[in-house]
Every structure is written in structure tokens, then in C-alpha cells.
């Protein structure tokens, strides 16, 4: 059956394989750095939220027994508030 194709159209065949394999390893290819630049994106937002975590929690730790005392009443009620 392919002896019957002329030679011509075997060639245009195999231009057009070969062109639709490269347009989809294009494609796999910008799929791949979109999602390794979320993951980056991502990653650092993760970071910059245990920083400030850290900064807050050294804050806190620095604070004396009032300054915490004071702080922390405007958040957690009062045994007689009830």
C-alpha cells in the first residue's frame, strides 16, 4: 500500500509529521516553564510568609511580660467577660 503513494507525497508526509511533532514540543516546552515559574512564584510567596512569621514571633519574644499582657488583651476575652 505505501509503494503506491508517490514519492513526493511520502516526503510532504514526513514534513508534515515532522512539523506537527515540533509544534508540539513547542508547546510541552512553554507548558513546562509556565508551570515552573507558578511553582517559583509560588515558592517565594511561601517564603515571604514564614519570614514574616519569624518577625513576628521574635517581636512577640522581645516583648516584657506587660507590653505582652497589654497587647494581647485586646484579643483574647477576660474570664469575666463570659
Known amino acids: ?3 503506491l503513494i508517490p514519492l513526493r507525497f511520502k516526503i510532504y508526509g514526513m ?3 515532522g512539523i506537527v511533532l515540533g509544534l508540539l514540543g513547542w508547546r510541552s516546552a512553554g507548558i513546562k516553564a509556565a508551570l515552573e515559574k507558578a511553582e517559583a512564584k509560588e515558592k517565594e510567596r511561601r517564603l515571604d510568609q ?6 513576628v514571633e521574635e517581636y512577640v519574644e522581645s516583648l516584657d511580660d506587660n507590653s505582652l499582657r ?12 463570659g
Open 70 to 81: 497589654q497587647r494581647a488583651s485586646r484579643w483574647v476575652r477576660n474570664k469575666n467577660d
Open 15 to 17: 514534513i508534515a509529521v
Open 50 to 55: 514564614i519570614r514574616t512569621a519569624k518577625e
Open 1 to 3: 500500500m505505501i509503494g
